[in-house]
Nanobody, 122 residues
């Protein structure tokens, strides 16, 4: 079993920055893939960025060059540094985990946190 708790959301003006954190606990193999997803009001949940246990990352086109995903395995923490935020980034952000590596980290996540709200005003 894996537990995930997000923090760091909030309200910011366009062009600003936020850093999200996810505290993870539980079976490490079951969280060898970790990622951030977001869901805007009235829209489907979308993948933002993922990382595997080897440090390989993948980003949605909309956030490339602006967001950076990272993990600290000694502290069991996943982070998402979000710079140059845009109003379209407004959404609930979720931390997620699953077993796997590489391309397996792109889909079918099993464990989810409760989410943290990010609101970007113009």
């Amino acid at each position: 079993q894996v537990q995930l708790v997000e923090s760091g959301g909030g309200s910011v003006q366009a062009g600003g920055s936020l850093r999200l954190s996810c505290a993870a606990s539980g079976d490490m193999l079951s969280r060898s893939c970790m990622g951030w997803f977001h869901q805007a009001a009235g829209k489907e949940r979308e993948r933002v960025a993922v990382i595997d246990v080897n440090g390989r990352t993948s980003y949605a086109d909309s956030v490339k060059g602006r967001f950076t995903i990272s993990q600290d395995n000694t502290k069991n923490t996943l982070s998402l540094q979000m710079n140059s935020l845009e109003p379209d980034d407004t959404a609930m952000y979720y931390c997620a985990a699953r077993r796997g590596t590489g391309v397996n980290c792109l889909t079918e996540y099993k464990y989810w946190g409760q989410g943290t709200q990010v609101t970007v005003s113009s």
